[in-house]
Nanobody, 122 residues
């Protein structure tokens, strides 16, 4: 089994910053990609940003220029630096990882964290 543990959410005023962290542990051989999704009340979960093990990044248009994703492969960790936060960024943020549990060809597994609340409000 693989566990993803998130931290760093909270309440922040518009224009403020937060940094989310996520660490993966358990039966991990390698992690293909790690990233962040978010879900606001009444809306579908959406991709915020993703980074692969070779450093390729994907980022939602709504957060480009404000959010930065980074990864520490040695720690199986991913981070999301969120600047210039807006009320519309309010959501539960979920860490996601695509994990291989053994060497060689074989299935990859999707794992999710429990979610961390980010609220942007004055």
């Amino acid at each position: 089994q693989v566990q993803l543990v998130e931290s760093g959410g909270g309440l922040v005023q518009p224009g403020g910053s937060l940094r989310l962290s996520c660490a993966a542990s358990g039966s991990i051989f390698s992690i293909d990609s790690m990233g962040w999704h978010r879900q606001a009340p009444g809306k579908q979960r959406e991709l915020v940003a993703r980074i692969t093990n070779d450093g390729t990044e994907t980022c939602a248009d709504s957060v480009k220029g404000r959010f930065t994703i980074s990864r520490d492969n040695a720690k199986n960790a991913v981070y999301l630096q969120m600047n210039s936060l807006k009320p519309e960024d309010t959501a539960v943020y979920y860490c996601h990882a695509v994990v291989r549990v053994k060497a060689g060809p074989g299935p990859k597994y999707n794992y999710w964290g429990q979610g961390t609340q980010v609220t942007v409000s004055s």
